[in-house]
């Protein structure tokens, strides 16, 4: 295990910047998971971890020790793609061994090794089998049993489910979740999957145009975004606009306390369970979805802005009824107008 530091990390390609100034830390024994839209440069840092990308600028140390320009080979970094990348033409054992083999780890080591992996991820009826004849979650197994089998330094995984169908999805994430706490790994988990984030990693790193928009654990990413663009790209959040003047936020519906003393035009960040039904602010509902345990309303609040709100599945609403809803000021997001990081929130 290692602990990873990026420092100042940017990489251009021709005129394009994919990554710009990139500081970050992957605490030994964690999971840091990235998230961003496509383009943001999550793959580009985690090659350029992996030694697949050098840096422009900036770089990149284990343990203190740097290797912006050490090989990949000689990084012991261990890797899972989505497409799995498995030999064909070996089996499931063999494939397993291949990095130790290539290390020139005894034969009796890698069997040895192999075999307790593929025990760990229960998959060790599959040993003798050709990986072409597994699901595509049994072969996403094998291709985490090949990158820990050398025992790396750092273990990086990228997109590893995406293909795989909501099911296994849901099995694997927990599954893989529970090992890499198992075994104390350092990994570096790059998805478009939120949600599998949230669930898998210590912490979250979110990306935005090659830049680092906030690092924290879920909770604070989710609680207490940095930005609009996070509090929007993570979860959902309705952007209300409103002026804060005289220690009073002015949402046009309704009016907010200002504990922190904003001035002037502000954007008030509030997720969908920030809103109640029974409050004072006559509202009507567009569009009911029904999701099992909950149900989503799309609603109209008197100054024309739609808001999201969420009730119990079981609810009876239906698009035209009028209803009361009520803000919770506790837990909203405070961002003035303009303004890239969060200045104030209501606490």
């Given at each position: 295990?290692s602990?990873?530091?990026l420092?100042?990390i940017?990489?251009v390609?021709g005129?394009?910047?994919?990554?710009?100034g990139?500081d970050?830390?992957?605490?030994?024994?964690?999971?840091?998971g990235?998230v961003?839209p496509?383009?943001?440069?999550k793959?580009?840092?985690?090659?350029?971890?992996?030694?697949?990308?050098?840096?422009?600028?900036?770089r990149?140390?284990f343990?203190?020790t740097?290797v912006?320009?050490?090989?990949?080979?000689?990084?012991?970094v261990g890797?899972?793609?989505?497409s799995?990348?498995?030999?064909?033409?070996k089996?499931?054992?063999?494939n397993v061994t291949?990095?130790?083999?290539?290390?020139?780890?005894?034969?009796?080591?890698?069997r040895?090794?192999?075999?307790?992996?593929?025990?760990?991820?229960?998959?060790?009826?599959?040993?003798d089998?050709?990986?072409a004849t597994?699901?595509g979650?049994?072969?996403?197994?094998?291709?985490?049993a090949r990158?820990?089998?050398?025992e790396p330094?750092?273990?990086?995984?990228?997109?590893?489910?995406?293909?795989?169908?909501?099911?296994?999805?849901l099995?694997l994430?927990?599954?893989?979740?529970?090992?890499?706490d198992e075994?104390?790994?350092?990994?570096?988990?790059?998805?478009h999957?939120?949600?599998e984030?949230m669930?898998m990693?210590?912490?979250?790193a979110?990306?935005n145009?090659?830049?680092?928009?906030?690092?924290?654990t879920?909770?604070?990413?989710?609680?207490?975004?940095?930005?609009?663009?996070?509090a929007?790209?993570?979860g959902?959040?309705?952007?209300?606009t409103?002026?804060?003047?005289?220690?009073?936020i002015?949402?046009?519906?309704?009016e907010l306390?200002?504990?922190?003393?904003t001035?002037?035009?502000?954007?008030?960040a509030?997720?969908?369970?920030?809103?109640?039904?029974g409050?004072?602010?006559?509202?009507?509902v567009?569009e009911t979805t029904y999701?099992?345990?909950?149900?989503?309303l799309?609603?109209e609040?008197?100054?024309?802005?739609?808001?999201?709100?969420q009730?119990?599945?079981?609810?009876?609403?239906?698009?035209?009824?009028?209803?009361?809803?009520?803000?919770d000021?506790?837990n909203?997001?405070i961002?003035?107008t303009?303004i890239?990081?969060?200045t104030?929130a209501?606490?």
């Open positions: 295990m602990t990873v530091r420092e100042s940017r990489k390609y005129e394009e910047v994919a990554v710009d990139v970050l830390e992957i605490r030994d024994g964690e999971t840091l990235i961003g496509s383009g943001c440069g793959t580009t840092t985690l090659r350029t971890i992996a030694g697949f990308e050098t840096p422009t600028d900036g990149v140390t343990d203190g740097d912006t320009h050490v090989p990949p080979e000689k990084r012991n890797l899972v793609f989505q799995y990348a498995l030999f064909e033409t089996t499931v054992r063999k291949f990095g130790l083999k290539m290390r020139d780890v005894s034969k009796t080591e890698r040895k090794r192999a075999d307790e992996l593929l025990e760990l991820l229960d998959i060790a009826d599959l040993a089998r050709n990986p597994l699901s979650g049994q072969q996403q197994r094998v291709g985490l990158a820990l089998a050398i330094h750092v273990l990086l995984l990228d997109e590893p489910m995406t293909g795989l169908d909501a099911e296994l999805k099995r994430r927990d599954e893989i979740g529970s090992l890499l075994l104390d790994v350092t990994a570096l988990y790059v998805t999957d939120q949600e984030a669930a990693c210590d912490r979250i979110v990306l145009d090659g830049r680092v928009e906030q690092v924290g879920a909770e604070s990413i989710y609680r207490q975004p940095t930005n609009e663009f996070v929007t790209f993570v959902t959040s309705n952007l209300l409103g002026v804060a003047r005289d220690d009073r002015d949402l046009g519906f309704t306390a200002d504990d922190m003393r001035t002037g035009e502000v954007t008030v509030a997720r969908p369970e920030d809103f109640s039904l409050g004072p602010v006559d509202a009507t567009l999701l099992g345990q909950r149900k989503d799309q609603v609040l008197p100054d024309g802005s739609t808001i999201t709100m009730v119990d599945g079981d609810a009876d609403y239906r698009a035209g009824d009028v209803v009361g809803v009520e803000i000021p506790e909203v997001q961002f003035p303009g890239r990081e969060r104030t209501l606490l």
